[in-house]
């Protein structure tokens, strides 16, 4: 078991471009999460998903932000159009859920992203 | 609207000094409600998890606690090591299986 992992780990960019993160769950989990945490505050959700279906996204999650997990397995979140209230660390989070059990979620280490 | 609250912001103790973090919260349906470490720069780590009040859990100096309104994360004679960000977190029976977190406790154990 080698845990979450997210990438990149640190991402500087330009205001108005796009970046794309990559995250990589718990082997057999099947459910993935997004959080973004800012300074200070605890992580916000962003979305969800149960295997490839994307089953929430927070009111809180701009147009401007897309996620995808076209196989089960692999996520990416990509922002476009980046602007300097994005700066945050985004948190990913994996957890196995079976019918009528309870769900820990696990995170990965996060990516910081600048966006200048 | 869920809300969860952690108090104190802060706290700094000596090594050795028991003390108590608590977590308010307010929520329509408990599903769960989950304790976090994270360290800087760092994603949160699993601690406990509680699901109903009355409920406790220990893991080497921790223990967390629940009632119907707050949880408590008891740390009995902390080391050094144990400084870090305390986060706590509600899953709603309402909202899907989103986690609403607090802002966490900053604990700093000095030698």
């Known amino acids: 078991d080698t845990g979450v992992s997210q990438n990149p780990r640190h991402k500087i960019t330009k205001r108005g471009q796009n970046v794309t993160f990559r995250c990589d769950p718990i082997s057999e989990h099947n459910r993935l999460y997004w959080y973004r945490q800012t300074l200070g505050q605890g992580p916000e959700f962003l979305t969800y998903?149960?295997?490839?279906?994307?089953?929430?996204k927070s009111r809180l999650l701009s147009d401007r932000f897309s996620a995808e997990r076209p196989k089960g397995s692999f996520s990416t979140l990509e922002i476009q159009r980046t602007e300097q209230g994005d700066s945050a660390m985004y948190l990913c989070a994996s957890s196995l859920v079976v019918s009528g059990s309870k769900e820990t979620q696990y995170f990965g280490p996060g990516t910081r992203l600048l966006v200048l | 609207e869920d809300q969860v609250t952690q108090s104190p912001e802060a706290l700094r103790l000596q090594e050795g000094e028991s003390s108590s973090l608590n977590c308010s919260y307010t929520?329509?349906?408990?599903?769960?409600l989950f304790w976090y470490r994270q360290d800087p720069g760092k994603g949160p780590e699993f601690l406990f998890t509680?699901?109903?009040a009355g409920e406790e859990k220990e893991k080497e100096r921790l223990k967390a606690t629940l009632t119907k309104k707050e949880s408590f994360l008891h740390i009995t004679a902390p080391k050094p090591e144990d400084s870090a960000t305390y986060l706590c977190?509600?899953?709603?029976?309402?909202?899907?299986?989103?986690?609403?977190f607090g802002k966490g406790t900053s604990l700093l154990v000095t030698p």
């Open positions: 998903f149960q295997n490839e279906a994307q089953l929430e």
């Open positions: 977190a509600v899953q709603a029976l309402h909202s899907g299986y989103a986690l609403n």
């Open positions: 929520v329509s349906g408990l599903r769960g």
């Open positions: 509680l699901y109903s």
